[in-house]
């Protein structure tokens, strides 16, 4: 007799991981926002690149952080 086997669920991240992930991602929004312009462009961003990621909400995250 065959048998039909399911593929298993994505592995879901528990809710305290995914406050965790939120709260260093808003504290990194953060810090990058408060950067002054010369530091700024030692790592190759401008003031205004800097403030429109300070600026994206809290679910916006690069899918390659949520393991997607």
Known sequence: MKTLS???P???R???SALGQ???LHRSRRD???LDA???RDIGL???EAAAEAA??????PAHWLGR
Not at 56 to 61: H, M, N, S
């Open 38 to 40: 010369h530091i700024l």
């Open 56 to 61: 994206r909400p809290i679910w916006d995250a």
């Open 32 to 34: 990058l926002r408060d």
């Open 10 to 12: 994505a592995r879901r």
């Open 22 to 24: 939120a709260l260093t």
């Open 46 to 48: 401008t003031p205004q």
């Open 6 to 8: 399911l593929p298993l």
């Open 14 to 16: 528990s809710l305290w």
